[in-house]
């Protein structure tokens, strides 16, 4: 069964500072990975997805991500963090033979400092 | 272009009661899936379809049910209501039936009481 884990619950960053939101997946084939992020009350925008390929992906907002096999983990980056990227992050997996079922992980809260 | 469409964006039912979520997909795409997101989780995956064919379903009860039109838009049954039942419902549209990415809309507030 393909699984997600994202250990950080809550984490705050001061507005510029670098952020890494932390990804970990079980999935038993190639798969097929997703950050998306959530502000209140609203839907989920897809900032990056890696399919194939070159492992680090580049997502909108300034955002990015590596895919790393051996570690079985898709980190989410930003270099500077704006405040408006206060929100909940999700990682998800999807993967060839599940459709288009996603596995999300239970997210993590960013407050940004000003 | 329009995305993801979803009504009610709110609703409140009685416990014991039948509800219906509406979906229109993005144009063009002929996959619908839903989502359900408890307050403080991830969302979780309840159907797929595609071409009007349940393509997937997620560990929920037969209380849950859905249909997708001939036009690609989809609704989402839930009898029964139990107060567990409250929830964030998404919908969310792909091109394809597998493989792509997911496009996610506003989504339906149900609380039942």
């Known amino acids: 069964a393909q699984s997600v884990t994202q250990p950080d619950i809550h984490i705050t960053v001061s507005e510029g500072a670098s952020l890494e939101l932390r990804c970990n997946y079980s999935?038993?084939?190639?798969?097929?990975l997703f950050w998306y992020v959530q502000s209140p009350g609203q839907g989920l925008q897809l900032l990056l997805k890696?399919?194939?390929?070159?492992?680090l992906v580049q997502g909108i907002k300034g955002f990015e991500a590596e895919f790393k096999r051996s570690q079985s983990s898709f980190n989410l980056r930003k270099p500077s963090v704006h405040w408006s990227d206060a929100a909940e992050y999700f990682c998800?997996?999807?993967?060839?033979?599940?459709?288009?079922?996603?596995?999300f992980g239970t997210g993590t809260q960013l407050k940004v400092e000003l | 272009d329009a995305g993801v469409t979803q009504s009610p964006t709110h609703l409140i039912k009685t416990r014991g009661r039948q509800v219906t979520l509406r979906c229109s997909p993005i144009?063009?795409?002929?996959?619908v899936s839903w989502y359900q997101q408890v307050l403080g989780q991830g969302p979780q995956f309840i159907f797929q379809?595609?071409?009007?064919?349940?393509?997937g379903r997620g560990n929920f009860p037969d209380r849950f049910s859905a249909r997708q039109f001939p036009n690609y838009s989809s609704e989402l049954n839930v009898n029964a209501l139990l107060l567990g039942d409250s929830a964030l419902y998404l919908c969310?549209?792909?091109?394809?039936?597998?493989?792509?990415?997911?496009?996610f809309g506003q989504g339906t507030r149900l609380t039942v009481v």
């Open positions: 999935y038993g084939a190639t798969p097929y």
């Open positions: 998800a997996v999807g993967g060839t033979g599940g459709g288009n079922k996603l596995t």
């Open positions: 379809y595609y071409e009007k064919e349940e393509r």
């Open positions: 969310a549209s792909s091109f394809l039936g597998t493989n792509t990415e997911a496009f």
């Open positions: 144009s063009g795409h002929k996959s």
């Open positions: 890696y399919f194939s390929g070159d492992t």
